[in-house]
């Protein structure tokens, strides 16, 4: 079966080598659009456009899975995605210090067996996860420390909690990969009935 891993994220990427998948990348350049009134709607709606996206250029008649993600964090259902910029990612970590919040990310699984264009043939799963994380209370002099490494502006919440910001983690509730990025351990149990077959 050809895997395509829609995200050119290096977290998403090494989640999935961790489970054993052999898979090849291939981004979404789609301009992400999604009027959703809830987070959980939204990460769903974006992964979906995503997956929807590279499925579409693949023109072959192999069996196809596509899998797609999209991760926001959010404090009171106020979604914070990627910051624009440091001033951006130091605003939001303020808002994030010393409170808890949630992350979401959307996963679309897209799958194709062999021998066929058909798209009645053609499966979809959507599903999303939530974890709950808590930070320690930040210094306004930590977080211009730590936005002054860069780090923050790709992620969205303006932290990645595999690196040097886990010294703020107080506690997560759920799955730290989702976190990262992509919950592997569902994602797996999804697949399963296609990689089976």
Known sequence: MRIILA???PRRRELLEQIGLQFEIMVSHMEEDAEAKTPDKLVEILSRQKAEAVFATVTTKEELLVI???????????????PADKKAAAKMLEKLS???????TGVTLMYRPE????P???QHKTFHEVTKVRFYSMSSEEIKTYVATGDPLDKAGAYGIQGVFARYVESIEGDYNNVVGLPVGRLYQELKEWLEE
């Open 7 to 9: 995200s050119g994220s």
């Open 98 to 104: 010393g409170k808890s919040h949630h992350v979401y």
């Open 115 to 118: 021998g066929t264009d058909d």
């Open 68 to 82: 797609a993600a999209d991760t926001v964090v959010a404090r009171k259902g106020h979604v914070l995605g990627k």
């Open 120 to 122: 009645a043939k053609v």
